[in-house]
């Protein structure tokens, strides 16, 4: 009975997976080709610091007035190459690496359903894939964050200090909960061989 439920989890959250995998390739390669397009708009929230007249926004009661540390989305109507790329390179990483993290959860998911899912293989290839949500997903804030400083820069009259725009933690955490299941992983199958050779 146990061995049925786990193979139902097992079999959905494999679906689960190879579906983002195609999802995120998919979404990745139309923003691609959307960023060859001539006229296509490009959207980027842009700094309120960097903004003049905000304390003349209509629409608003009494007291209310725009946040001066945050950020206010902007559309460029008739935007460059050099934009529409740049605007690409603040999703397009995060969406590869959503992708190849799904293809690797589909993998590993075929492999436990196939045989014992608890493997020092299996382990290993969680950790794996635990520092790769971390280090990569760092890599792919950063570069997201450089390509939105320099559009900021291009739709902005006056130059402005860098802003780091949201957080990088979600990959961290994320990150750290695969190599915390992992290891977790690998500490019960190093007791069960060790049960096994005293039984």
Known sequence: MLGNRLGTW??????????????????????????????????QDLPASALTGLNRVGGVTAGVTVDPSGWIPFTVHDPSLGQRLLHLLTVLPGLILVAEIARRMAGLLRLARASDPFTTTTARALISVGKLTAFAGLGAWLLSQVAQGVLCLTMLNSPETFQPHRSPL????????????????DRGVAMRAELDTVI
């Open 170 to 185: 979600g990959w961290l955490a994320v990150g750290l909960i695969f190599a915390g299941f992992g290891l977790i992983l």
């Open 10 to 43: 097992l079999r959905w959250l494999n679906a689960t997976a190879t579906f983002v995998f195609i999802a995120a390739l998919c979404l990745a390669v139309a923003l691609l080709v959307i960023a060859f397009i001539p006229g296509s708009p490009v959207t």
